[in-house]
């Protein structure tokens, strides 16, 4: 379809599925009616969308925070629609960290979205200061009394030798407010280096005991003979749980509510209503890190699909952008896994205090779990599938880093693949372009694999062994990865592994 200014939105009929082209985003008002995700407004003509559309640059009008080190991140913090490596964000979605951690979303990190998680903490730096990761606010339908439910990610990338905390509690990080408050429930996932996807399930049931929990009902009673001194904790008193500030002497005598009063002063700077259920046990779900020393490699971990399923009644709900929304869409025939390698000599780790991480190996395609003979010559290999029966077609592999006409006869032979055929791409060794296999890639929408100046192109740095993977359908591309073996931040492996 060519670009027409005047047209805001078209509707994918093969997709079931509007797509908001040049008309504004609108995510405060209006309010949408139940069943409705979009409409147009017929004064202004303007397409409303409940939802941001997950098209290549949907996003990029948000506007971006440069970092430090001059990637881009998301930007002011009083818009985040995913929060940003500053803390805060937009309900129910939120960042909690200290400094030298850095938790953002970032375009072609998710495994089946296009945007996923980035949790990253630089090399070398000291445990003091590395404390945070992704703090999410569950939904009220998630809590409801006796259903099981199921919280589930996918997640790829390196802990820096460490485990990755997982649990749900009233607050990320001091969860019992130092009044005792007990957590729902805690997981951790065990120290990984892999660029491959992994699962992480976690299966809990909402209690009563919990939801109903009164705050302070396990801490003693307030004595006018005592004088409370020491750490955090809680006492009742008339109805309320006080909690004591770590340090400061309460005044013999003198009850927790007068001393209250002078917060300058008191050895009680916190208050609670002992009511059941005041203080939500079930109020936050931390996926993250603790401190930590960092080695020369830091962490670099992407988490993706983060669903929480009620398993009593069959409902699940992802998370998507700010929100939680209802996910019933049916699961995809096709499983398509690609693996796109790259030589690079460097170790993973080493006195340079940059993480060559290890991006060699053989290339692999796996089509429903069975592997396609793809060979390992430099270059890219093409394999074609024919949709309807997931029959391979075609494979060839092209030295695109080493001759031109290989470049020129792989964009031929891409410009023939018509709708009904799936197509893989995947690198070995190294990869190049030349002008005509940059414009048949930039006419399937490719955002890697163009020589163009992007911080997101494979090309890009001073490095020489780029990782691709691409999956796409006739002449549009689905999804692709990969990186420059010389980026020190946002390090990504040509993998994917997507159901089409």
């Known amino acids: 379809m060519a670009k027409d200014s005047e047209v805001k939105s078209i509707f994918v009929k093969k997709e079931s599925n509007f797509i908001n082209q040049w008309g504004e985003f609108n995510e405060n008002s209006p309010v949408l009616a139940t069943g409705v995700t979009a409409r147009l407004d017929a004064i202004t003509n303007d397409f409303h969308i409940l939802n941001l559309e997950e098209t290549e640059d949907a996003l990029d009008d948000i506007g971006w925070h440069i970092n430090d080190d001059g990637r881009r991140w998301w930007s002011d913090q009083n818009n985040q629609v995913f929060g940003t490596e500053n803390t805060s964000g937009v309900y129910p979605w939120n960042v909690y960290k200290q400094t030298h951690i850095y938790t953002t979303a970032r375009k072609y990190a998710g495994k089946d979205s296009l ?16 404390w945070g990761g992704l703090r999410l606010y569950p939904p009220a339908s998630s809590k409801l009394s006796g259903n099981k439910y199921r919280l589930s990610f996918d997640y790829r990338g390196y802990s820096g030798g460490y485990h990755m905390d997982v649990y749900q ?11 005792n408050l007990p957590g729902a429930w805690s997981s951790s996932v065990a120290p990984f280096d892999t660029w491959d996807w992994q699962r992480f399930e976690k299966e809990f049931e909402i209690s009563d005991e919990l939801l109903n929990f009164i705050p302070g009902q396990n801490t003693p009673e307030w004595s006018p003979s005592e004088e409370y001194s020491g750490s955090y904790y809680g006492i009742q008193y008339n109805g309320y749980v006080y909690r004591h500030h770590s340090g400061r002497t309460s005044q013999r005598g003198v009850t927790p509510e007068e001393e209250y009063a002078n917060q300058s002063t008191s050895a009680w700077t916190a208050r609670y209503p002992q009511i059941p259920g005041y203080l939500d046990i079930y109020r936050q ?12 490699r830091g962490t670099h971990v992407y988490i993706d699909n983060i669903h929480l ?19 019933n869409l049916s699961e995809e025939t096709t499983h398509i896994l690609a693996h796109g390698t790259g030589y690079v000599s460097q170790p993973q780790s080493g006195n340079t205090g ?8 053989s ?3 796996s089509i429903n779990g069975t592997s396609v003979s793809v060979g390992n010559g430099r270059g890219l290999n093409l394999t074609i599938i024919r949709e309807s029966d997931s029959a391979v077609t075609f494979t060839q592999t092209y030295d695109t880093y080493g001759t031109d006409s290989h470049r020129n006869n792989l964009a031929d032979k891409l410009q023939t693949i018509t709708d009904d055929y799936l197509w893989v791409l ?10 005509t296999l940059n414009l048949q890639m930039k006419n399937m929408k490719s955002k890697l694999h163009l020589q163009d100046g992007s911080e997101h192109c494979i090309f890009s740095g001073s490095g020489v ?18 990186a420059n073996a010389d980026d020190p931040v946002y390090k990504r492996m040509g993998v994917i592994d997507i159901r089409i």
């Open 115 to 130: 945007y996923g998680m980035h949790i990253f903490r630089y090399p070398n730096i000291d445990q003091s200061s590395t």
């Open 169 to 179: 509690n009233y607050e990320v990080g001091w969860g019992n407010i130092g009044i």
């Open 285 to 296: 779900i931390k996926i993250g890190f603790t401190y930590h020393n960092q080695n020369d």
């Open 309 to 327: 399923t009620n398993i009593t009644t069959n409902e699940r709900f992802k998370f998507n952008d700010n929100k939680w929304e209802a996910d």
């Open 354 to 361: 940059v993480d060559k991480f290890n991006n060699g190996g």
């Open 363 to 365: 290339r692999l395609v």
């Open 426 to 435: 995947t690198s070995f060794d190294a990869v190049g372009s030349n002008s």
């Open 465 to 482: 062994r780029h990782t691709y993977a691409a999956i796409g359908r006739g002449q549009t591309i689905i999804k692709e990865d990969g």
